[in-house]
């Protein structure tokens, strides 16, 4: 007969449970010091273990050697549990046997001594979906249980669960298996089955399926029977139907140019080969998400230099209003009868959004021209003049147009000293850095005119001066690539 992978493979022993050390040896002990109370609540995500070890834990309880920390899967009881038909361990789905019923049954059960072993144990998935009446007739049970009795409760939402039933439960709580974890599982699987695998094509499982071990060996099998000789990383971005990673890619490129005819044609043409929208939206997500570990100093082999630069220009609230948009449409588009409509409609909000007016991208040009091409003609002989700004400011025309263009959006304010104020309208905040970041070839030019050494000080409006001039202010406009709106008393 065949088997699923999960099933072949589904922990027998407690030492076979992948990644949950700290609760399997919390109830190994509980065995040895004969310590066992009458009620077990597993919660955590799915296919992290719940039911494999409450399993594992009714045949520790039950085998002919017990109760015995590492059941011995060779007596009846064993046997029996491992192919679900012991009549005193119950398995119940709660998710199909929700009503009062059911639990009404199994009050009337509970009552009758276990068939042949030493405990009547209830398996009970997905507890929270029993019914309010459910779980009070469930809470007449828990609160006077004959000795006989084990109730294993397993849950992927315990907050629906009413206190009154946890609190009589001794809970633990699973977390999503660890990265190593999955891998060595998923390799030892793949040497026994005698299949050659990628590791990109591992992690790219394990990326997909968060932590679920279960999830992680159901791909794994289909992928097996998809891939040739080995499985490939491409093998499972094909299976799950993502998009190449080069056409995301594309599609963002586009959005930063604001460029929404070609964006929506990329997209088009990865619908037309038959991408699955919420898919595409996904991929996105994964790609800004990357943009932002960037800014937070991840390092991102994974993304174009390009993008990364692009991004590092737009401010983070608005990037991760971006995001929220794509999560926000990805659930509308499940439910909606027009999910092309809708990703036409959030790809041309996130051009506005994101996409950078083609001045700006001029200017940039512009900008990146200027730290190259500054050049001083030093053979010249000097006679220095009296500072006077509007010829100096033509002093910096002659050399670079641009610089002097960014100066003229500011306006000269005073000299203190031997420092320089030009000031800048919150939105010639361009300008101003543009200034800031060619001070020095200023100051050199008006060194040239003048003979005296100035320093150039942009500051933006008087009233925000103070503010900007503040170090831990600067860090942070620097940090988020942000600016000052607005500055209150
Ligand atoms: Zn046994």
């Not at 589904?10 to 050390?21: I, L, M, S």
């Not at 570990?293 to 990037?319: A, W």
Request: with cysteine; aromatic share 8%.
């Amino acid at each position: 007969m065949y088997k699923t992978l999960a099933r072949k493979y589904r922990p027998q022993v407690f030492e076979e449970v992948v990644g949950q050390e700290e609760i399997v040896e919390t109830l190994k002990k509980a065995i040895r010091i004969n310590r066992v109370t009458h009620a077990y609540l597993f919660s955590g995500p799915r296919g992290v273990g719940k039911t494999t070890i409450a399993r594992i834990f009714a045949k520790a309880l039950n085998c002919a050697n017990g109760p015995i920390e590492t059941p011995c899967n060779k007596c009846d009881s064993c046997i029996e549990i491992t192919n679900g038909s012991s009549l005193d361990v119950l398995e119940i789905d709660g998710a199909s046997n929700r009503g009062i019923d059911e639990i009404r049954n199994l009050r009337e059960n509970v009552n009758l001594l276990p068939a042949k072993s030493r405990f009547k144990i209830y398996i009970i998935d997905e507890v929270h979906m029993l019914t309010n009446e459910a779980f009070n007739a469930l809470l007449k049970t828990l609160e006077e249980p004959p000795d006989y009795i084990k109730f294993f409760f397993a849950t992927t939402a315990p907050e629906k669960i009413p206190p009154t039933i946890i609190s009589r439960c001794q809970r633990f709580n699973l977390k999503p298996l660890k990265r190593e974890d999955v891998k060595k599982k998923l390799i030892e699987i793949c040497e026994k089955e005698n299949i050659k695998i990628e590791e990109k094509a591992i992690d790219e499982i394990y990326d997909f399926c968060e932590g679920s071990l279960r999830d992680a060996i159901s791909l794994l099998e289909q992928l097996i029977i998809f891939s040739d000789e080995k499985v490939k990383y491409e093998d499972v971005r094909n299976l799950l139907g993502f998009p190449e990673t080069k056409k995301i890619e594309e599609i963002l490129k586009y959005i930063l140019d604001k460029n929404y005819i070609n964006c929506l044609e990329t997209f088009h043409n990865l619908i037309s080969d038959g991408k699955d929208p919420g898919l595409i939206l996904e991929s996105m997500t994964g790609k800004v998400k990357n943009v932002v570990e960037v800014r937070f100093g991840k390092e991102s082999p994974v993304l174009e230099e390009k993008i990364i630069e692009e991004f590092k220009r737009i401010e983070i609230e608005k990037i991760f209003e971006g995001i929220n948009y794509i999560i926000e449409f990805k659930d509308r588009i499940r439910r909606d009868r027009e999910p092309l409509l809708m990703c036409e409609i959030l790809l041309l909000k996130l051009c506005q959004l994101w996409g950078q007016e083609k001045r700006k991208i001029e200017e940039k040009e512009i900008k990146a021209e200027t730290i190259f091409d500054i050049k001083f003609d030093e053979s010249e002989e000097k006679k220095y003049k009296e500072f006077n700004w509007d010829e100096i400011l033509k002093e910096i025309k002659k050399i670079k147009p641009t610089l002097e263009a960014a100066l003229r959006e500011g306006k000269f304010e005073k000299i203190e000293g031997n420092s320089i104020y030009v000031v800048f309208d919150r939105k010639f905040n361009f300008h101003k850095s543009m200034v800031e970041k060619h001070s020095s070839k200023i100051e050199k030019i008006i060194f040239d005119y003048t003979g005296k050494k100035y320093k150039i000080i942009p500051v933006l409006d008087e009233n925000k001066k103070s503010i900007v001039e503040n170090p831990e202010v600067k860090k942070i406009i620097e940090f988020f690539n942000g600016d000052i709106l607005k500055v209150e008393e």
